[in-house]
């Protein structure tokens, strides 16, 4: 099997891949631009971990925070055009998961529990001056997005999660279909020490390569095309030395921690899934409304891949947007609502009329007494 794999890969070819020591071209342009764009590059340090977090931040601050988490094999890149699109509304902050991109990267995998991730986000939002934001996680991020709602629901005030299930319906869901545990293999694959590492690097990224741009699993099928230059942006950073162990290591961790015992959302939901992904059944996230004990909605994108947020931004972002005001005009209606109820009401009609004839004599009375 391996002898296969090897040959595809280009045989003794494949032992080759190179280092990248500059950050790319769109890297570049987006360094360029911030001074422009008020895009910045921030980085925190927690002296409890001794972890250094990097994130790029768009919007002013004390606007609302908007947190972004983004998957794997990805860094805070993967949300260009959200950064963009909400920092009119919007403090804007995508960031370098634990172990990915510039973020510090532990070297043992049991720094890399779930419990681990998510205290580095309760730390983040403390370190960037809030007490809650709107929560946008995409594949992994997912993953921690919806552990966050779960245990911190005080923490969330709407929560967006793309392409990835609650995690109860996940593990559920791949023992009783062998077509998703198909396509979860990598799960049991990342157990492995140091090969998967090996595999991902040889061929100088074959194998990252062919996760973005193939037919079958890649960004832009028939949406936005990912550019040689996004390309060479993620090649950056995963070629750096040691740079896929930490992404690697948060898949180590999770038959330890799965299923949950405490797995009930109270926060307000979107989730959002392209309908072709290929890693992901999309009956799972039909499933997942029965974990959700508030406004719950399900939007599937035809025709639309794994990487959502960068292959249909300009749909993402319309309905990020539109859920927002969705729920601030349904708040609206439903106030309407209950006050035209109780106004056709027979016996509140009569306290209101008793209440406006009672006013009506004190004021004048007691006009007509001066």
């Not at 709107?134 to 005030?157: F, Q, R």
């Not at 909605?297 to 035809?302: A, E, G, P, W």
């Amino acid at each position: 099997m391996f002898w296969s794999v090897y040959l595809s890969l280009g045989g003794l070819k494949s032992y080759t891949w190179i280092f990248r020591c500059e950050r790319g071209e769109m890297l570049n342009i987006f360094l360029c631009q911030s001074t422009q764009t008020s895009l910045k590059f921030h980085a925190l340090y927690f002296q409890d971990s001794g972890l250094r977090f990097h994130y790029v931040a768009a919007g002013e601050r004390g606007k609302p925070l908007m947190l972004l988490l983004h998957g794997f094999p990805e860094f805070w890149y993967s949300w260009r055009y959200q950064l963009r699109e909400f920092k009119s509304e919007y403090r804007v902050v995508a960031l370098d998961l634990r172990g990915y991109g510039e973020t510090d990267a532990p070297i043992h995998r049991q720094n890399y529990k779930l419990d681990c991730l998510i205290t580095d986000i309760k730390d983040i939002l403390d370190s960037l001056g809030y007490s809650k934001c709107v929560l946008i996680g995409h594949d992994w991020g997912g993953m921690i997005a919806w552990l966050i709602a779960i245990c911190y629901p005080e923490m969330v005030m709407k929560l967006i999660v793309i392409n990835f299930p609650h995690p109860n319906v996940f593990t559920e869901y791949i023992l009783r279909h062998p077509a998703q545990l198909l396509k979860s293999s990598y799960y049991y694959f990342f157990q492995i020490p140091w090969f998967p590492e090996f595999m991902f690097s040889i061929n100088d990224f074959k194998v990252l390569k062919h996760l973005f741009t193939s037919h079958s699993t890649g960004i832009g099928r028939k949406g936005c095309q990912l550019t040689t230059e996004d390309l060479e942006a993620y090649i950056y950073v995963f070629s750096q030395p040691g740079a896929l162990s930490g992404p690697i290591n948060h898949y180590r961790n999770i038959f330890s921690c799965l299923p949950l015992k405490h797995h009930m959302v109270t926060t307000p939901t979107l989730l959002l899934w392209g309908e072709n992904d290929a890693f992901m059944e999309v009956e799972m996230a039909e499933v997942t409304k029965i974990y959700v004990k508030n406004y719950f909605r399900l939007t599937i994108l035809s025709e639309a891949s794994h990487w959502l947020q960068q292959d249909q931004p300009d749909i993402v972002n319309k309905i990020d947007m539109d859920i927002s005001k969705r729920r601030n005009k349904k708040k609206r209606l439903t106030f309407f609502y209950l006050l035209m109820q109780g106004l056709c009401n027979e016996n509140l009609q009569q306290f209101f009329k008793k209440l406006f004839i009672n006013f009506f004599m004190y004021y004048f009375g007691k006009k007509n007494c001066v």
